[in-house]
């Protein structure tokens, strides 16, 4: 390992990006850059019931893609298509009427290509989730 700043690094296969399954490759490269900042963070960790059927029963939801405790927060990519941006949009209000008290922060494509630009990474290597 090589020391930066008087601190130790971990080899990029030893982050927790790495050890993750994603569904998409933004979201991995938005955990390397959580990573890369020494930002906790958990993968779809919990799903929010939005939808009960007539018995009560949990009948569809929303599981925000990251879980930032330190924080206080959760994080959602929506850098797809405008069809499924709407539907993402629609899903998160829907969230946050009925649960008020949790903070959803909501990374657009414009948003998450110009973080990948102020760190030096081409945006065309990332496809939209």
């Known amino acids: 390992m090589r020391a930066i700043a008087g601190r130790r690094s971990r080899h990029p296969s030893e982050t927790p990006a790495a050890r993750c399954r ?5 979201e991995r490269t938005f955990a390397a850059l959580l990573d890369m900042h020494g930002v ?13 059927d007539d018995a009560g029963s949990p009948a569809g939801g929303f ?30 209000r829907q969230m946050r009427a009925l649960y008020p ?20 990474l081409d945006p065309s290597t990332v496809g939209a989730a």
Not at 67 to 92: G, I, M, S, Y
């Open 101 to 120: 008290e949790v903070e959803v922060v909501i990374v657009y494509q414009r948003d998450f290509r110009q973080l990948l630009v102020h760190h030096g």
């Open 63 to 92: 599981r925000p893609d990251f879980w930032l405790p330190d924080l206080q927060c959760f994080v959602e990519l929506t850098t797809a298509d405008q069809r499924l941006v709407t539907r993402k949009n629609a899903k998160v």
């Open 40 to 52: 906790r963070w958990e993968y779809e960790p919990v799903e929010f019931t939005l939808r009960w």
């Open 22 to 26: 994603f569904a998409h490759p933004s």
